[in-house]
């Protein structure tokens, strides 16, 4: 058996919005109709990275290189900012002064990375808080827009997709969940074979240490959104329930959505004995 295991510090305490997978549909380029800069308009959305120029008005392309991470990625919480989809997860505490940015006490893991792309947005992300940017929000059109202008000229523009405590309307009950190796059969009435992940529900104390006996194993009968399962690998995750409002009898009452991975481990399967 191959183990990956990782339980970071801030399991319990970090605010991370659930990763999301695709394409970021395109947004028009910033208009002149500038929104309030307020920790709430901040704080309603994921704000992922579509455009970055330079001084001299050029793309960085080195931004949106080969990589299969979704598009560099800002949350907010009211005093909490985070950065995701670079090679390490950066966060710390920030304030708007005079329609600037200031980031405070940065901190992130120290993992290496063979990704050009990651570590370049690594890079370029950290520059650019440092710096003491000017903060714009504006909706030329239906999306929200945030820029980034930083002192030496380069410019970010992150477009905003409303969080799941946006979507869902209030912040979602935190739970840890185990997610079993393989999947396992389980009913539905249009799909004869359909397959569910196998769970069950994992305790965590304040210092982030297991605390406890796990619950039963059981099938889920839905997805969890922003997870995406490889067979053979055991995970446990961090996510968010949120109760759905005027649900179809026959339809789940709840939504799930990851918030992290805390736990990985690659399962090898059992040999079978050669007679």
Not at 89 to 96: E, H, Q
Not at 203 to 211: I, M, T, V
Not at 242 to 256: C, G, I, V
Request: hydrophobic share 35%; net charge negative.
């Amino acid at each position: 058996m191959k183990n990956f295991l990782w339980l970071l510090p801030l399991v319990l305490t970090a605010c991370m919005a659930a990763p999301e997978s695709g394409t970021q549909a395109a947004v028009p380029a910033p208009a002149s109709d500038d929104m309030p800069t307020s920790t709430t308009t901040l704080t309603r959305y994921r704000w992922q990275l579509h455009d970055a120029v330079d001084a001299g008005n050029q793309r960085l392309d080195a931004l949106f290189g080969k990589t299969d991470k979704p598009p560099l990625q800002l949350d907010f919480t009211t005093d909490q900012l985070s950065v995701r989809n670079a090679c390490n997860p950066i966060g710390g505490g920030y304030k708007i002064v005079e329609d600037h940015l200031v980031a405070t006490s940065l901190r992130q893991t120290m993992m290496a990375c063979t990704d050009a792309t990651l570590m370049q947005r690594e890079t370029t992300i950290k520059a650019v808080l440092q710096s003491r940017p000017a903060l714009i929000l504006s909706t030329p059109g239906n999306t929200p827009l945030l820029t980034l202008a930083a002192a030496n000229g380069q410019t970010l523009t992150f477009a905003g997709q409303p969080t799941a405590e946006t979507r869902y309307g209030g912040p979602g009950e935190t739970m840890f969940l185990e997610v079993a190796p393989q999947t396992v059969p389980c009913r539905h009435p249009l799909i004869p074979e359909k397959t569910c992940l196998q769970v069950r529900e994992r305790h965590y104390d304040a210092n982030g240490l297991r605390a406890g006996e796990p619950g039963p194993w059981q099938p889920l009968q839905q997805d969890i959104e922003g997870y995406v399962h490889e067979p053979g690998v055991r995970n446990v995750l961090r996510v968010k329930r949120y109760p759905l409002k005027q649900s179809p009898a026959d339809a789940p009452s709840s939504a799930y959505v990851l918030d992290m991975v805390v736990e990985s481990e690659i399962v090898e399967p059992k040999s079978t004995a050669q007679p």
